[in-house]
């Protein structure tokens, strides 16, 4: 018998992109903006990573 996707724990979503946010308090949104704000940094970070490693494939194969 194989196990159902259903029974896995559901990892709690922290923020959905164009949820209703009139509900969430003050403290909430700080809490969002400071995820966001992480998550925007890790992203840059990843895409300085990737052109650099792609700029080095570039001037490898045009010498």
């Given at each position: 018998?194989?196990?159902e ?59």
């Amino acid at each position: 018998m194989a196990i159902e996707d259903d029974d896995k724990p559901r990892k709690k979503v922290s923020h959905e992109i164009g949820q209703d946010l009139s509900l969430l308090s003050v403290e909430e949104l700080g809490a969002r903006i400071a995820l966001l704000t992480a998550e925007i940094e890790r992203l840059r970070a990843a895409e300085v990573k990737k052109r650099a490693s792609k700029d080095a494939a570039n001037s490898f194969f045009k010498s």
